[in-house]
């Protein structure tokens, strides 16, 4: 039997939410007061959220399908945790300033969506609510 895709992208959950929360507390607390958690895709999201309780991570955001109707980050918040991104220049327009704070690496070489992607912390290019309608997608 096959393995789907979308079964094969939870492979490394733990993994992957443990490299976002080492990257989380890389960033200094003043600055993390002020940074959202945002990544490409809802599984990524929902993998955060779910696990997050035990990591002590604040809630994701993502504009991916059903997710992006979930909220958008506050405006205090200038600066984006980013998950699910190929690079920075894949993240632009809408964020800039990117630097790597840590690579995916799910722990058993399967090659899924966010297998090698960078965690970067960024700065947001516009406020969250002009952003937001640019940054919905679905698929």
């Known amino acids: 039997m ?18 976002v929360s080492r990257a989380w ?4 607390a003043s600055e993390r007061a002020h940074t959202a958690i945002f990544t490409g895709n809802y599984g990524e999201a929902g993998a955060i959220d ?9 809630r994701a955001y993502s504009g ?5 109707e979930w909220g958008i980050p506050p405006v205090t918040d200038t600066r984006a945790l980013l998950a699910g991104f ?3 220049a894949d993240s632009a ?3 800039d300033q990117c630097r790597t704070l ?3 690496d799910n722990g058993v070489g399967l090659s899924n969506d966010e297998q090698h992607l960078p965690i970067m912390l960024c700065h947001i ?12 997608h679905y698929d």
Request: glycine residues 8%; without cysteine; neutral net charge.
């Open 64 to 68: 991916h399908n059903g997710f992006s």
């Open 2 to 19: 096959a393995l789907d895709s979308a079964q094969g992208d939870t492979v490394g959950w733990p993994s992957f939410v443990g490299t």
């Open 86 to 88: 190929n690079d920075a």
């Open 25 to 28: 507390r890389e960033i200094p």
């Open 50 to 58: 779910l696990l997050e309780p035990k990591l002590g991570l604040p």
């Open 93 to 95: 327009p809408n964020f």
């Open 125 to 136: 290019t516009r406020p969250w609510t002009a952003l937001w309608p640019r940054l919905r």
């Open 102 to 104: 840590a690579i995916v």
